[in-house]
């Protein structure tokens, strides 16, 4: 029985219910030990002192170490900065914090009340320096400069830093000639927004358990979404091979892009440093996963459109502009791809964006589900909606006429495929499911509120480095089954599950002869670059499809060989292989050798190995035949729409949602179940981000509200009465594994934008900034 | 100071000596090694760290081992039969209700807890006996779904019961 295309059960959701499964918090060895971290109260300052004496003397109190320069002195004054992109961040403060909440001391314990007692008897002299909060602030000609080293950073090729100021990375796009083509349009538009920074809020708090081997390298377990990507940041900031870190992760217990790139593994690692042999473990308290980790978010700028009277979109120009926090490697590949897709999922001949990375005194921003995409199509989507009611259009039928279809070329000039999805059949999808009146004002009005709707195109790309390849092994057991090994981290999105659903087409054979290996091990597990940017399935399929093909390869190799039969004549088929004739040999004869009647073996135990490696270019550098910033930098795109349809009570601005919709293009969906709980559990997420969360700071640049009393999250009560709505619009992809494309982090990115656009409706005020307070 | 108390957990009597500051939690999750219920704020919010305590559902989070002392006290290994899981299990894994699953355990234990204590609860009961309970990766829609499959499976007659 094919299982692709069904609804299978959840592979880890017995383990899961039971409480069997074992996260990172749930590790214990002997002799292990535990670590609490202090935390710079001020936003900007020098350390000037650390005095650690009484610290020390608390009993059980093991080892208490500072980030002074002296003690992160690998040797002949290398320290062990992290990054890959920008290599810009020591895993503890040298001499100066970037932020509040940065980690500046850290004691190692037998127990977590006995490191938080001597925490608090580190007495640490700052001098505090001006803290800049607002990005405007920061790229001001005299700001102060938060990394006067900028210059000298190790960088990756592609980036453009501005040093002597705070800008780390302006990736700028060009597409025709933007400045001229808005003095032929018909109407011009521009308005400024931005998105707020917000934390990921994953149940399970960033933690790595961390022991510095006696031959001088690390072991480390982290909760991870990245396991071979923390693998090259620990072995270059330690200058260690690659052979001597290993780097596992048990299971994520929630990732959202948040634990992707690094979290607290630079910092374990050197905190472990000190005590060479011992487990240590450090786990964040939920205060830090807001103050101390990577948040997401952050971004402000201005969208200018221009148009013909007839609705033909002509320019469009976008700042993008990234408050990144204090440190900028998790940060600066979201100014790319968030810069890239911001002009949005239409058909526009003239584009200028202009995206900048800039460091300010905050919280460290990273990926956050959704990559970038969700910033850039509030501005865009919120600026479509004003220009239907600018040119009295039905908004749907305005992005109808300006969607992207099969052979455009899009802002980055790469050709759209027929397969690669059908954006204005999603629309129409998206617009019926909603109830969606063309033409009509789709406002009525009732005793509880005033009703309002919107639709909302939406597209996303992974953003991914150019050599980010995904590799997969099947190993074959004596019986014919085989176990599926490949690092992709299953945090949730349910990867192990449809890797079993494909592996078991790809190969033939029941789902309960493939066992899905969900423990990766950077020491035994094939290289996977990172579990992001919703290309798992893509990705990861393929590699899968690969390893099986190459396994059945082997297989008939030894059936050939065993039987005395042309390699030719051996047909594999359904765990079944026959040779020309009637009989059939079951699959398990060849697995491990084929046996001969007199107990001679040919061949060995089969290892089906393949990979996927994108073909991709760096966006920053230029290439020939094209404007700047273009490229072939996406693998794939998958496009949608979504709609919302809300109650809006006028007496107490309290917004109902009544309608979460979305219709989406991913191809062929390998499980149905599972992708529309992806789905569902996005548009959740999107509608906290535009109606409950922000980070508050206080001037001097201290969060406000970094517990989950203060920071609300979406409840059960919160969508006791919304009605979800999910369309897959199945174009089967030309690449993709049975014609798959990802979908997870999809369903964030236009619903804030479409709950903007319905409350404008309602009420005709327009809103620019998140979260909406009507 | 060291305290020594006495609870029953999962059926077991467990001496154990605590300081005054210790909460059930980590008494429960690094003494007797009972992971299932997770830290995921440390102050009552997420309610990932919801067992049952005296037939209540509690955050062990918020109490503190002496408080627990004398106490008859299940977690979710206690629950959970040798050879089989519960209805409310079962009806997590049929929805879906289940991503990362670090919320999971807290999720099913208040259901438990509800249903013990009331075995006709409502889909409004349940719903109620999850207030307070977050879940960053589902979005509700499937928990929702538990909520309504528990209260129809509660109120059937026993010998149309659906079994586990």
């Known amino acids: 029985m094919k299982v692709v295309g069904q609804s299978i059960l959840r592979a880890d959701a017995r383990e899961k219910v039971t409480g069997q499964t074992l996260y990172i918090d749930d590790l214990q060895f002997p002799g292990m030990l535990h670590a609490r971290v202090l935390r710079s109260p001020h936003a900007h300052a020098f350390i000037k002192a650390i005095d650690v004496a009484a610290a020390r003397k608390v009993p059980g109190v093991r080892a208490v170490i500072t980030g002074r320069p002296e003690e992160q002195d690998l040797g002949g004054g290398v320290y062990p900065l992290v990054g890959a992109c920008i290599v810009d961040q020591p895993p503890m403060a040298m001499d100066r914090v970037r932020f509040a909440g940065e980690a500046v001391a850290a004691v190692v314990a037998e127990s977590v009340a006995a490191a938080e007692q001597a925490l608090k008897l580190i007495n640490v002299t700052y001098q505090k320096l001006p803290a800049v909060l607002d990005v405007r602030e920061a790229m001001a000609a005299d700001a102060p400069l938060i990394h006067p080293d900028l210059g000298n950073y190790q960088m990756a090729k592609g980036f453009h830093p501005k040093p002597g100021t705070n800008i780390f990375h302006h990736y700028k796009l060009r597409k025709g000639d933007a400045k001229k083509a808005f003095k032929t349009c018909d109407v011009v538009l521009e308005q400024e927004f931005s998105y707020p920074h917000m934390s990921h809020v994953q149940l399970e708090p960033h933690g790595a358990l961390a022991r510095w081997e006696p031959t001088g390298g690390i072991d480390l377990y982290s909760s991870t979404q990245a396991p071979f990507v923390v693998r090259g940041y620990l072995a270059r900031a330690f200058r260690l091979p690659l052979a001597r870190v290993r780097v596992r992760a048990p299971a994520v217990g929630g990732g959202f892009g948040g634990k992707s790139d690094y979290t607290v593994e630079p910092l374990t690692a050197y905190i472990a440093r000190h005590l060479p042999g011992v487990w240590v473990k450090l786990i964040l308290e939920r205060e830090e996963m807001f103050t101390s980790s990577v948040v997401g978010r952050g971004v402000c700028g201005s969208y200018k459109i221009g148009a013909k009277r007839d609705g033909a979109i002509v320019a469009a120009q976008v700042k993008y502009l990234l408050n990144a926090g204090g440190y900028g490697e998790c940060a600066i590949n979201v100014a790319v791809g968030g810069g890239q897709n911001s002009p949005g999922a239409y058909r526009i001949p003239n584009i200028m964006v202009d995206s900048y990375a800039v460091y300010t005194n905050r919280v460290p921003v990273g990926a956050f589900r959704g990559y970038g995409h969700p910033e850039g199509n509030w501005m865009s989507e919120r600026m479509m909606d004003q220009l239907a009611r600018e040119l009295k259009m039905d908004p749907v039928e305005l992005r109808l006429k300006n969607a992207y279809r099969a052979g455009d070329k899009n802002a980055i000039a790469q050709r759209l495929h027929p397969a690669q999805g059908d954006l204005p059949r999603c629309l129409r999808e998206a617009a019926k499911a909603v109830g969606w009146k063309k033409g009509a004002s789709n406002v009525t009005r009732t005793r509880t509120g005033i009703r309002a709707k919107a639709v909302c195109s939406f597209m996303k790309s992974p953003v991914q480095a150019t050599n980010a390849q995904v590799s997969a092994l099947l190993k074959f057991d004596e019986d014919g089954g085989a176990a599926l090994i490949i690092t992709t981290c299953d945090m949730g999105q349910g990867s192990a599950t449809v890797y079993g659903q494909i592996a078991a087409d790809a190969l033939g054979l029941p789902l309960e002869k493939i066992r899905v290996l969900r423990d990766p091990d950077t020491s035994l597990f094939p290289s996977d670059w990172q579990t992001i940017g919703s290309k798992g399935t893509y990705t990861g399929g393929i590699a899968i499809i690969r390893a099986a093909e190459h396994a059945i390869e082997q297989i008939r190799t030894t059936a050939a060989k065993g039987l005395g039969v042309p390699r030719a004549r051996v047909r594999y088929e359904n765990g079944v292989i026959t040779t020309g004739g009637k009989k059939r040999y079951p699959l398990h004869l060849f697995t491990n050798g084929y046996v001969r009647p007199d107990g001679r073996t040919i061949g060995g135990p089969v290892l089906g190995y393949g990979v996927y490696t994108p073909d991709l270019q760096i966006p920053g550098i230029p290439k020939p035949g094209l404007q700047e910033g273009q490229g072939k930098v996406s693998a794939s795109w998958t496009f949608g729409a979504q709609a919302v349809e809300i109650e809006f009570n006028p007496k107490t601005g309290r917004i109902k949602v009544l309608q979460l919709v979305t219709a989406m293009d991913a191809g062929r969906i390998i499980n149905p179940r599972l992708a529309r709980g992806q789905t569902v559990g996005g548009m959740v997420q999107a509608m906290g981000q535009a109606l409950m969360e922000t980070m508050i700071y206080s001037p001097e640049g201290v969060l406000r509200n970094p517990r989950l009393t203060d920071y609300k999250i979406p409840s059960l009560e919160d969508l006791q009465d919304t009605d979800f709505k999910v369309i897959f619009v199945e174009t089967p992809d030309h690449k993709g594994p049975f014609g798959a494309r990802g979908l997870a982090e999809h369903s964030t990115v236009a619903i804030p934008a479409c709950l903007g656009n319905a409350l404008a409706n309602a009420t005709g005020q327009e809103i620019y900034q998140l979260p909406i307070k009507p | ?164």
């Open chain 2, 1 to 164: 100071m060291k305290h020594d108390i006495q609870l029953t957990v999962n059926g077991i009597p467990r001496n154990l000596t605590v300081t005054a500051d210790d909460t059930l939690l980590r008494v429960l999750r690094e003494e007797l090694h009972l992971t299932g219920a997770k830290k995921g704020c440390g102050e009552g919010e997420c309610g990932a760290c919801t067992i049952i305590m005296n037939g209540e559902a509690i955050r062990a989070c918020l109490v503190l081992a002496v408080e627990a002392n004398g106490a008859d006290i299940l977690t979710i290994e206690g629950i959970t039969p040798p050879n089989g899981i519960t209805r409310v299990q079962q009806a997590f894994i049929e929805a879906d209700a289940v991503q990362c699953g670090f919320c999971t355990p807290g999720f099913v234990m208040a259901l438990e807890a509800e249903l013990r204590r009331n075995p006709r609860a409502t889909a409004a009961d349940l719903r109620n006996a999850l207030g307070g309970h977050l879940c960053r990766c589902t979005g509700y829609e499937a928990i929702l779904q538990v909520t309504e499959t528990l209260a129809t499976s509660a109120t059937r007659p026993k010998n149309t019961k659906k079994r586990a």
